[in-house]
């Protein structure tokens, strides 16, 4: 099976810059997401990484690396609305799902 | 272009009751798939379908039934609830290449089972 663990919860203030740590456990690896999520909403996708490295997207980055089955999502210049939950979800496996992790809770505090 | 849409948004049955869950996307994408996240938790995959008149167990199967109607609909049902299926229930569909794996969700549906 697949496994995830990412930390239950964040606090940081507006301005700042927070790291979300992703590590997996699966065979076959095909790529690591990361999706944002609001109180009562939908899930929403932020960023991909199939390959070792970082991919920038505005003020959200994401790295991978594969030989330690790690990841992080990174948020820079922090903003209020940024206060979400942030799950990490690994592809992978001979039926290549995708198995989301628990969630992390980011509070931006003012 | 609505994306993923989700009916109904709430539902309350009493244990034992029927009901089934629709979902519709309207972006011509092959799969689909069909999630429930409980409070505080990720989400779990229920089934999914690859691709039109096909489907496969995913996580937490047990108690459900689904149908790919055709390509852009994809159908949950709750045969006998039970209030362990109290719970949010997410649909997506997703495009998947070498560079992307971007699933796309639908508004939820909130079950309470009572």
């Known amino acids: 099976g697949q496994s995830l663990e990412q930390p239950s919860e964040v606090t940081a203030v507006e301005g700042a810059i927070v790291q979300i740590n992703c590590t997996y456990q699966?065979?076959?690896?095909?790529?690591l997401s990361w999706y944002q999520q609001h109180d009562g909403g939908a899930p929403t996708f932020l960023s991909y990484n199939a390959l070792d490295g970082l991919e920038e997207t505005g003020r959200f980055s994401s790295f991978l690396s594969r030989s330690d089955s790690y990841g992080y999502l990174l948020l820079q210049e922090l903003q209020m609305k940024d206060s979400a939950s942030y799950f990490c979800?690994?592809?992978?496996?001979?039926?290549?799902?995708?198995?989301f992790g628990s969630g992390t809770q980011l509070t931006v505090l003012p | 272009n609505a994306g993923v849409t989700q009916t109904p948004k709430f539902q309350v049955l009493k244990t034992g009751q029927s009901m089934t869950l629709q979902c519709a996307q309207d972006m011509n994408h092959n799969s689909m798939y069909w999630y429930r996240q409980d409070p505080g938790m990720g989400l779990r995959l229920i089934y999914y379908s690859a691709s039109e008149g096909t489907t496969d167990k995913g996580e937490v199967p047990n108690g459900y039934n689904v149908s790919r109607l055709n390509k852009r609909e994809f159908s949950l049902r709750l045969e006998s609830a039970a209030p362990s299926q109290t719970s949010v229930y997410f649909c997506a569909s997703s495009e998947t290449s070498g560079r992307t794996d971007t699933q796309y969700f639908g508004p939820g549906t909130r079950l309470t089972v009572l």
């Open positions: 979800a690994v592809r992978g496996g001979s039926a290549r799902q995708l198995t």
């Open positions: 699966t065979s076959g690896f095909y790529g």
